[in-house]
């Protein structure tokens, strides 16, 4: 055989074989499989989820405009959703320390970062009563008794008007700023080394690399630490209720701790508009943040 046909054979029994037939059926028990999982996470999401808020929006719909109009016309109802608002809009600043933290540990050394992520992330264990309890009496107003106050030298009324915000949010950031952290910083480990070193490489500025590599690779993780201390917010009750004094709780309580108080004499109907009123604030500011997630 000439050495051009020798060249040709070798190309030929090299050339991969396609088959144009149509696949066998035989992958298809593995997805009925998944589609029968996928169905029965649907099945729950529906059971858990979207039937009790469903019935709760019949119930409150039953008397009408009405029903809403009642529920506004209770006395504390539009503090506490004020207060629901301040702290649903707290959360994205938790987020953020736990973000700037997890970046200024990226260059701390093995031992150091463990002992950070320990401290930051314990507080999350504590249940909020205890939280609260502590906080509380860490700012009480008497020397004495209020660790802050011995130190300032003055009797300082953290615990009221105005002051038992900022008492309230520092217990909360205390608690859920590690969970963040913990979250940014396995987000961080993730990044795309050598996508970020070629950017650079090719003179990619900061911002760009910031805006078109690092802000869609730390999407996920963002969007998950910022849906963990929502809901956190949105459920926060045993931290107000523990500290803050009972005058000022009509003032910090939120949703949550409003229909805790007043959820007998509402009765059915206000009571499942508040119950709807409240699960439209929490998705007013969850679905931003999902919604951003997909178009990432």
Known sequence: MSDPDRSHALLFEAAPYHDGRPQSGWRWPGRRRAAAYLLLAVLLTAGLLLVPLG???VIS????????????????????????????????AVCAVGAVLAWLARAAPDRLRVVLRIALVLPAVVSPMTTGVVFRLLFDAHPERGTVNALLGGGVAFLGPGWVWLVLFL?????????????????????PRDLLRMARAYGVSRAGRLWAIVVPAMAPAATLAYLIVLVAAARVFDLVLAGAPGSMLSDVGGLGLYWWLHNVDLGDGPAAALAVVMSAVVAAFALPALFGLRRG
């Open 55 to 57: 019935s709760t929006l």
């Open 61 to 92: 719909l039953r008397g009408g405009e009405s029903t809403y109009a009642e529920l506004w016309r209770q006395g504390q109802f539009g503090q506490a959703l004020l207060a629901s608002v301040i702290w649903l809009a707290f959360a994205p």
């Open 171 to 191: 217990a909360f950031a205390w608690q859920w700023t590690g969970v963040a952290f913990l979250l940014f910083q396995g987000g961080m480990a993730r990044l």
